[in-house]
T-cell receptor, first 111, second 113 residues
């Protein structure tokens, strides 16, 4: 079973700071998804990356897929309190419909 | 359009009692997933259905857990008998097909005393 390791586990920063969170695996990802989960709600899909080296931007969020497709990062520029939440990476292991999640990074952005 | 609907939102019960969690997927979605989220184990897939048929239930913890999908618009997850270690947030999600974007409900927070 492929394990997704996310780091850091917890991150507390001030509004306006930049941050990067990581998702790594010992195996190659077929594709990788990033979700954000706000307190009291279910996860919401932010982006799917498929191609090695791919970079996708969603406003202040930049997602990068490693060239070897074994790692991914999420960079947030000028974080805002509304970015607070749990950031999860997830992957479909090959030939299954099961979505496997990492443990997540809990981000707190203080005003 | 309504998203995935789950009920109840909160459930507090005593050990040994039967618990039934309910889910209404997004209309037109053919895949439905049940997850459990805890601090220790994160978000884990319990079971998923395609076209109302259970495809993979390898994540179901033990025989105390069962899930049904009698039609395309309704699914239940039942725990009988419940135990304190079952306390968690249970999410239902649906998607057009098993490899498509999953849409999660708001979850049911279960506390077993």
């Amino acid at each position: 079973t492929q394990l997704l390791e996310q780091s850091p586990q917890f991150l507390s920063i001030q509004e306006g700071e930049n941050l990067t969170v990581y998702c790594n695996s010992s195996s190659v990802f077929s594709s990788l998804q990033w979700y954000r989960q706000e307190p009291g709600e279910g996860p919401v899909l932010l982006v799917t990356v498929v191609t090695g080296g791919e970079v996708k931007k969603l406003k202040r969020l930049t997602f990068q897929f490693g060239d070897a497709r074994k790692d991914s990062s999420l960079h947030i520029t000028a974080a805002q309190p509304g970015d607070t939440g749990l950031y999860l990476c997830a992957e479909f292991p090959s030939n299954t419909g099961k979505l496997i999640f990492g443990q997540g990074t809990t981000l707190q952005v203080k005003p | 359009d309504a998203g995935v609907i789950q009920s109840p939102r909160h459930e507090v019960t005593e050990m040994g009692q039967e618990v039934t969690l309910r889910c209404k997927p997004i209309s037109g979605h053919n895949s439905l997933f049940w997850y459990r989220q805890t601090m220790m184990r994160g978000l884990e897939l319990l079971i998923y259905f395609n076209n109302n048929v259970p495809i993979d239930d390898s994540g179901m913890p033990e025989d105390r857990f069962s899930a049904k999908m009698p039609n395309a618009s309704f699914s239940t997850l039942k725990i009988q008998p419940s135990e304190p270690r079952d306390s968690a947030v249970y999410f239902c999600a649906s998607s057009l097909a098993s490899y498509n974007e999953q849409f999660f409900g708001p979850g049911t927070r279960l506390t077993v005393l």
